[in-house]
Nanobody
Protein backbone atom coordinates (compact mmCIF):
# COMPACT_ATOMS: atom_id res chain seq x y z
CA UNK A 1 0.00 0.00 0.00
CA UNK A 2 1.42 3.35 -1.10
CA UNK A 3 0.03 6.83 -0.61
CA UNK A 4 1.38 9.73 -2.66
CA UNK A 5 1.14 13.48 -2.04
CA UNK A 6 2.39 16.00 -4.60
CA UNK A 7 3.58 19.51 -3.83
CA UNK A 8 5.48 22.34 -5.49
CA UNK A 9 3.02 23.47 -8.13
CA UNK A 10 2.25 27.10 -8.76
CA UNK A 11 2.37 29.96 -11.23
CA UNK A 12 5.57 30.56 -13.19
CA UNK A 13 6.51 32.61 -16.23
CA UNK A 14 7.53 30.97 -19.49
CA UNK A 15 11.21 30.06 -19.39
CA UNK A 16 11.17 29.63 -15.64
CA UNK A 17 11.70 26.57 -13.48
CA UNK A 18 9.72 24.65 -10.94
CA UNK A 19 10.45 21.60 -8.81
CA UNK A 20 7.67 19.20 -7.92
CA UNK A 21 7.91 16.75 -5.05
CA UNK A 22 5.96 13.58 -4.38
CA UNK A 23 6.08 12.31 -0.82
CA UNK A 24 5.24 8.63 -0.42
CA UNK A 25 4.18 6.63 2.58
CA UNK A 26 4.47 2.87 2.79
CA UNK A 27 7.38 0.51 3.39
CA UNK A 28 7.11 -0.94 -0.13
CA UNK A 29 7.73 2.36 -1.95
CA UNK A 30 11.26 1.43 -3.02
CA UNK A 31 9.96 -1.65 -4.86
CA UNK A 32 7.95 0.47 -7.32
CA UNK A 33 8.82 2.44 -10.37
CA UNK A 34 7.41 5.94 -10.14
CA UNK A 35 6.30 8.43 -12.70
CA UNK A 36 4.57 11.66 -13.52
CA UNK A 37 1.49 12.28 -15.63
CA UNK A 38 -0.17 15.55 -16.48
CA UNK A 39 -3.60 16.67 -17.57
CA UNK A 40 -4.06 19.99 -19.31
CA UNK A 41 -7.44 21.76 -19.31
CA UNK A 42 -9.83 20.01 -21.65
CA UNK A 43 -7.36 17.26 -22.55
CA UNK A 44 -6.72 13.63 -21.65
CA UNK A 45 -4.22 12.72 -18.98
CA UNK A 46 -0.86 12.03 -20.58
CA UNK A 47 2.24 10.13 -19.53
CA UNK A 48 5.34 12.28 -18.98
CA UNK A 49 8.17 10.33 -17.35
CA UNK A 50 9.13 7.33 -15.20
CA UNK A 51 12.07 6.24 -13.08
CA UNK A 52 12.87 2.71 -11.94
CA UNK A 53 13.13 1.54 -8.35
CA UNK A 54 16.82 2.41 -7.86
CA UNK A 55 16.84 5.56 -9.99
CA UNK A 56 19.24 4.21 -12.62
CA UNK A 57 16.76 4.14 -15.50
CA UNK A 58 14.57 7.00 -16.68
CA UNK A 59 12.22 7.55 -19.58
CA UNK A 60 10.79 10.80 -20.94
CA UNK A 61 8.33 11.68 -23.65
CA UNK A 62 9.87 13.75 -26.43
CA UNK A 63 8.08 16.95 -25.48
CA UNK A 64 9.95 17.23 -22.16
CA UNK A 65 13.33 15.68 -22.99
CA UNK A 66 16.17 18.02 -22.08
CA UNK A 67 13.87 20.20 -19.96
CA UNK A 68 12.48 17.89 -17.26
CA UNK A 69 14.44 15.63 -14.91
CA UNK A 70 12.92 12.93 -12.73
CA UNK A 71 14.78 11.67 -9.67
CA UNK A 72 14.05 9.81 -6.47
CA UNK A 73 15.41 9.44 -2.97
CA UNK A 74 14.23 6.16 -1.49
CA UNK A 75 15.69 7.00 1.92
CA UNK A 76 13.30 9.96 2.01
CA UNK A 77 10.45 8.17 0.22
CA UNK A 78 10.31 11.02 -2.26
CA UNK A 79 10.31 11.42 -6.04
CA UNK A 80 11.02 14.75 -7.75
CA UNK A 81 10.34 16.40 -11.06
CA UNK A 82 12.64 19.28 -11.92
CA UNK A 83 11.07 21.33 -14.71
CA UNK A 84 13.19 23.87 -16.57
CA UNK A 85 12.51 26.10 -19.58
CA UNK A 86 8.81 25.85 -18.94
CA UNK A 87 6.39 26.59 -21.75
CA UNK A 88 2.73 27.61 -21.65
CA UNK A 89 1.82 24.19 -23.06
CA UNK A 90 3.26 22.62 -19.90
CA UNK A 91 0.31 24.06 -17.97
CA UNK A 92 -1.51 21.12 -16.39
CA UNK A 93 -2.31 19.29 -13.21
CA UNK A 94 0.67 17.05 -12.55
CA UNK A 95 0.08 13.66 -10.94
CA UNK A 96 2.60 11.41 -9.25
CA UNK A 97 2.14 7.67 -9.70
CA UNK A 98 3.71 4.41 -8.51
CA UNK A 99 3.66 1.14 -10.42
CA UNK A 100 5.61 -1.16 -12.70
CA UNK A 101 7.38 -1.70 -15.02
CA UNK A 102 9.41 1.45 -15.64
CA UNK A 103 9.56 2.96 -19.10
CA UNK A 104 6.91 3.32 -21.78
CA UNK A 105 5.00 0.25 -20.54
CA UNK A 106 4.50 1.76 -17.09
CA UNK A 107 1.23 0.79 -15.39
CA UNK A 108 0.28 2.95 -12.41
CA UNK A 109 -1.12 1.25 -9.33
CA UNK A 110 -1.25 4.27 -7.04
CA UNK A 111 -1.96 7.95 -7.72
CA UNK A 112 -1.53 11.22 -5.95
CA UNK A 113 -4.22 13.88 -6.05
CA UNK A 114 -2.22 16.22 -8.28
CA UNK A 115 -0.63 19.66 -8.12
CA UNK A 116 -1.41 22.48 -10.54
CA UNK A 117 1.34 24.03 -12.65
CA UNK A 118 0.44 27.18 -14.57
CA UNK A 119 2.93 28.68 -17.02
CA UNK A 120 2.17 32.20 -18.19
CA UNK A 121 3.35 33.66 -21.49
Amino acid sequence: QVQLVESGGGLVQAGGSLRLSCAASGRSFSSYATGWYRQAPGKEREFVTTINWNGLYTYYVDSVKGRFTISRDNAKNTVYLQMNSLKPEDTAVYYCAAGNPPGRAFIPNYWGKGTLVTVSS
